[in-house]
Protein backbone atom coordinates (compact mmCIF):
# COMPACT_ATOMS: atom_id res chain seq x y z
CA UNK A 1 0.00 0.00 0.00
CA UNK A 2 1.32 3.48 -1.27
CA UNK A 3 2.27 5.63 1.91
CA UNK A 4 1.06 8.81 1.75
CA UNK A 5 2.10 11.95 4.20
CA UNK A 6 -0.10 15.35 3.48
CA UNK A 7 1.32 18.42 4.37
CA UNK A 8 -0.84 21.54 5.42
CA UNK A 9 0.26 24.68 6.82
CA UNK A 10 -2.67 24.88 8.73
CA UNK A 11 -3.01 28.70 9.53
CA UNK A 12 -5.63 29.83 7.02
CA UNK A 13 -7.79 28.09 9.10
CA UNK A 14 -6.76 28.76 12.91
CA UNK A 15 -6.90 32.71 11.77
CA UNK A 16 -9.87 32.87 9.15
CA UNK A 17 -13.71 31.89 10.17
CA UNK A 18 -14.90 31.89 6.78
CA UNK A 19 -11.99 29.17 5.89
CA UNK A 20 -12.74 27.14 8.85
CA UNK A 21 -16.18 27.03 7.78
CA UNK A 22 -15.09 25.73 4.22
CA UNK A 23 -12.68 23.12 5.58
CA UNK A 24 -13.06 22.52 9.76
CA UNK A 25 -11.03 19.70 9.71
CA UNK A 26 -8.09 21.70 7.64
CA UNK A 27 -7.28 21.39 3.97
CA UNK A 28 -5.33 18.28 5.31
CA UNK A 29 -7.97 16.94 6.45
CA UNK A 30 -10.39 16.67 3.59
CA UNK A 31 -7.40 15.83 1.08
CA UNK A 32 -6.79 13.45 3.71
CA UNK A 33 -10.13 11.85 3.62
CA UNK A 34 -10.49 12.05 -0.30
CA UNK A 35 -7.09 10.03 -0.84
CA UNK A 36 -7.76 7.59 2.07
CA UNK A 37 -11.01 6.15 -0.19
CA UNK A 38 -8.54 5.65 -3.18
CA UNK A 39 -6.89 3.13 -0.93
CA UNK A 40 -3.42 4.57 0.29
CA UNK A 41 -2.16 4.69 4.09
CA UNK A 42 -2.81 8.68 4.53
CA UNK A 43 -1.38 10.18 7.59
CA UNK A 44 -0.96 14.27 7.79
CA UNK A 45 1.59 16.69 9.30
CA UNK A 46 1.30 20.39 10.03
CA UNK A 47 3.83 23.16 10.27
CA UNK A 48 3.18 23.93 13.98
CA UNK A 49 4.42 20.28 15.09
CA UNK A 50 7.90 19.55 16.08
CA UNK A 51 9.76 19.51 12.77
CA UNK A 52 6.96 20.72 11.29
CA UNK A 53 5.88 17.04 11.46
CA UNK A 54 8.54 15.69 9.04
CA UNK A 55 11.23 13.98 10.77
CA UNK A 56 14.08 11.63 9.21
CA UNK A 57 11.43 8.80 10.46
CA UNK A 58 8.40 9.81 9.01
CA UNK A 59 9.61 10.53 5.87
CA UNK A 60 11.35 7.65 5.83
CA UNK A 61 8.12 5.75 6.17
CA UNK A 62 6.40 8.04 3.17
CA UNK A 63 6.34 7.06 -0.26
CA UNK A 64 4.50 9.93 -1.53
CA UNK A 65 4.62 13.83 0.41
CA UNK A 66 1.70 16.37 -0.70
CA UNK A 67 2.48 19.83 0.26
CA UNK A 68 -0.20 22.90 0.87
CA UNK A 69 1.35 26.09 2.01
CA UNK A 70 0.31 30.15 1.27
CA UNK A 71 1.30 32.28 4.72
CA UNK A 72 3.84 30.98 6.13
CA UNK A 73 6.44 29.50 3.57
CA UNK A 74 9.21 31.51 5.42
CA UNK A 75 8.70 29.79 8.35
CA UNK A 76 9.33 26.60 7.05
CA UNK A 77 13.04 25.86 8.91
CA UNK A 78 15.56 25.33 6.00
CA UNK A 79 17.04 21.60 7.42
CA UNK A 80 13.77 19.77 6.90
CA UNK A 81 13.36 21.59 3.24
CA UNK A 82 17.09 20.25 2.81
CA UNK A 83 15.56 16.67 4.31
CA UNK A 84 12.78 16.75 2.00
CA UNK A 85 15.06 17.97 -1.28
CA UNK A 86 17.19 14.68 -0.30
CA UNK A 87 14.26 12.36 0.32
CA UNK A 88 13.15 13.40 -3.10
CA UNK A 89 15.86 13.54 -5.44
CA UNK A 90 18.12 11.14 -3.89
CA UNK A 91 15.71 8.04 -2.55
CA UNK A 92 12.81 8.95 -5.24
CA UNK A 93 9.78 10.08 -2.71
CA UNK A 94 7.32 11.56 -4.49
CA UNK A 95 5.98 14.91 -4.22
CA UNK A 96 3.17 16.20 -5.01
CA UNK A 97 2.74 20.28 -4.19
CA UNK A 98 -0.79 21.79 -4.51
CA UNK A 99 -1.95 25.60 -5.05
CA UNK A 100 -0.02 28.21 -3.34
CA UNK A 101 2.69 25.81 -2.92
CA UNK A 102 4.23 27.09 -6.12
CA UNK A 103 6.02 29.83 -3.89
CA UNK A 104 7.22 26.90 -1.01
CA UNK A 105 11.28 26.60 -0.09
CA UNK A 106 10.86 22.93 -1.50
CA UNK A 107 9.41 24.01 -5.01
CA UNK A 108 10.95 26.43 -5.82
CA UNK A 109 14.49 24.78 -4.78
CA UNK A 110 13.43 22.21 -6.82
CA UNK A 111 12.10 23.90 -9.91
CA UNK A 112 15.39 27.05 -10.07
CA UNK A 113 12.86 29.50 -11.18
CA UNK A 114 11.01 32.23 -9.95
CA UNK A 115 7.77 30.21 -9.86
CA UNK A 116 5.84 33.29 -10.35
CA UNK A 117 2.83 33.55 -11.56
CA UNK A 118 -0.48 36.00 -12.03
CA UNK A 119 -3.80 35.73 -9.96
CA UNK A 120 -7.23 37.13 -8.92
CA UNK A 121 -9.56 36.43 -6.38
CA UNK A 122 -12.91 37.29 -7.84
CA UNK A 123 -14.14 33.63 -6.98
CA UNK A 124 -14.89 33.09 -11.15
CA UNK A 125 -15.66 29.98 -12.96
CA UNK A 126 -12.56 27.58 -13.66
CA UNK A 127 -12.62 25.16 -16.84
CA UNK A 128 -9.89 22.35 -16.22
CA UNK A 129 -9.08 20.99 -19.67
CA UNK A 130 -7.17 17.17 -20.17
CA UNK A 131 -4.53 18.08 -22.59
CA UNK A 132 -2.50 14.23 -21.86
CA UNK A 133 -5.53 11.79 -22.21
CA UNK A 134 -3.23 9.32 -22.18
CA UNK A 135 -1.32 10.27 -18.94
CA UNK A 136 -1.71 7.70 -15.65
CA UNK A 137 -2.98 11.73 -13.93
CA UNK A 138 -5.44 11.55 -16.34
CA UNK A 139 -6.79 7.76 -15.65
CA UNK A 140 -10.69 8.45 -15.25
CA UNK A 141 -10.66 12.78 -15.73
CA UNK A 142 -13.22 13.73 -18.46
CA UNK A 143 -12.35 15.88 -21.49
CA UNK A 144 -12.77 18.92 -19.09
CA UNK A 145 -14.44 19.81 -16.24
CA UNK A 146 -15.61 22.84 -14.04
CA UNK A 147 -15.06 24.29 -10.20
CA UNK A 148 -17.59 26.55 -9.76
CA UNK A 149 -15.54 29.37 -7.58
CA UNK A 150 -11.77 29.61 -7.65
CA UNK A 151 -9.04 31.83 -7.20
CA UNK A 152 -7.15 32.63 -11.04
CA UNK A 153 -3.74 32.07 -11.29
CA UNK A 154 -2.54 32.87 -14.63
CA UNK A 155 0.45 33.05 -17.07
CA UNK A 156 3.19 33.40 -17.61
CA UNK A 157 4.15 30.91 -14.63
CA UNK A 158 7.84 31.06 -13.65
CA UNK A 159 8.77 27.21 -14.14
CA UNK A 160 11.08 25.51 -16.34
CA UNK A 161 9.26 24.00 -19.04
CA UNK A 162 7.28 20.82 -17.56
CA UNK A 163 8.21 17.54 -18.79
CA UNK A 164 4.78 16.44 -19.07
CA UNK A 165 2.22 18.84 -19.25
CA UNK A 166 -1.42 17.23 -18.29
CA UNK A 167 -4.28 19.72 -17.72
CA UNK A 168 -4.59 23.54 -18.52
CA UNK A 169 -7.26 25.90 -16.85
CA UNK A 170 -9.30 28.25 -18.72
CA UNK A 171 -10.38 31.10 -16.33
CA UNK A 172 -14.33 32.84 -16.81
CA UNK A 173 -12.06 36.10 -16.75
CA UNK A 174 -10.13 35.46 -19.61
CA UNK A 175 -6.74 33.98 -18.77
CA UNK A 176 -5.32 30.64 -19.30
CA UNK A 177 -2.62 28.40 -17.03
CA UNK A 178 -0.52 25.29 -16.80
CA UNK A 179 -2.26 23.51 -13.97
CA UNK A 180 -1.09 20.39 -13.46
CA UNK A 181 2.38 20.01 -14.36
CA UNK A 182 5.09 17.13 -14.17
CA UNK A 183 8.61 17.42 -13.38
CA UNK A 184 11.76 14.88 -12.95
CA UNK A 185 13.84 15.59 -10.50
CA UNK A 186 17.18 13.15 -9.57
CA UNK A 187 14.99 9.87 -8.59
CA UNK A 188 12.02 11.83 -7.77
CA UNK A 189 8.87 12.50 -9.53
CA UNK A 190 6.95 16.09 -8.75
CA UNK A 191 3.66 16.89 -9.82
CA UNK A 192 2.13 20.71 -9.43
CA UNK A 193 -1.67 20.58 -9.57
CA UNK A 194 -2.90 24.52 -9.42
CA UNK A 195 -6.95 24.21 -7.79
CA UNK A 196 -7.31 24.58 -4.14
CA UNK A 197 -7.58 28.04 -2.78
CA UNK A 198 -8.10 28.12 0.58
CA UNK A 199 -11.70 29.68 0.83
CA UNK A 200 -13.87 27.40 -2.02
CA UNK A 201 -14.65 23.70 -1.35
CA UNK A 202 -12.39 22.42 -3.68
CA UNK A 203 -10.35 19.55 -2.08
CA UNK A 204 -14.03 17.77 -1.84
CA UNK A 205 -14.59 17.88 -5.47
CA UNK A 206 -14.04 14.21 -6.73
CA UNK A 207 -12.65 14.82 -10.00
CA UNK A 208 -9.60 17.09 -7.80
CA UNK A 209 -9.68 14.74 -5.41
CA UNK A 210 -8.57 11.99 -7.89
CA UNK A 211 -6.73 13.87 -9.71
CA UNK A 212 -4.06 13.86 -6.65
CA UNK A 213 -4.97 10.62 -6.07
CA UNK A 214 -3.27 9.81 -9.49
CA UNK A 215 -0.54 11.86 -9.07
CA UNK A 216 -0.05 9.79 -6.27
CA UNK A 217 0.41 6.36 -8.05
CA UNK A 218 2.32 8.08 -10.58
CA UNK A 219 4.80 9.72 -8.31
CA UNK A 220 5.13 6.30 -6.16
CA UNK A 221 8.48 5.62 -6.15
CA UNK A 222 10.29 2.59 -7.97
CA UNK A 223 12.37 0.36 -5.55
CA UNK A 224 15.96 0.72 -5.62
CA UNK A 225 18.34 -2.00 -5.46
CA UNK A 226 19.65 -2.35 -1.96
CA UNK A 227 22.77 -1.44 -1.47
CA UNK A 228 23.67 -0.35 -4.83
CA UNK A 229 25.39 3.18 -4.63
CA UNK A 230 25.20 5.95 -7.50
CA UNK A 231 28.49 7.82 -6.23
CA UNK A 232 31.91 6.40 -4.97
CA UNK A 233 35.40 6.41 -5.83
CA UNK A 234 35.24 2.98 -7.73
CA UNK A 235 38.38 0.67 -9.05
CA UNK A 236 38.27 -0.02 -12.85
CA UNK A 237 36.47 -3.57 -14.10
CA UNK A 238 39.44 -4.60 -16.59
CA UNK A 239 43.07 -3.62 -15.68
CA UNK A 240 44.45 -0.24 -16.32
CA UNK A 241 48.01 1.23 -17.23
CA UNK A 242 48.98 2.79 -14.34
CA UNK A 243 46.46 1.67 -11.96
CA UNK A 244 47.49 -0.07 -8.76
CA UNK A 245 45.73 -3.37 -8.44
CA UNK A 246 45.64 -4.44 -4.92
ZN1 LIG B 1 -5.10 30.82 -3.07
Not at 10 to 29: C, L, Q, S, T, W
Not at 36 to 58: I, M
Not at 83 to 95: C, F
Not at 143 to 152: K, S
Amino acid sequence: MIRVTVWNEFRHEKMEPRVAAVYPEGIHGAIAAGLKEHGFAVRTATLDEPEHGLSEEVLGETDVLTWWGHIAHHEVRDEVVERVWRRVVRDGMGLIVLHSGHFSKIFTRLMGTTCTLRWREAAERERVWTVAPGHPIAEGVPAYFEIPHTEMYGEPFGIPQPDELVFISWYQGGEVFRSGCCFRRGRGRIFYFSPGHESFPIYRQPEVIRIIANAVRWANPTPVTPGKLDWDNVPPLEPLPGWHHS
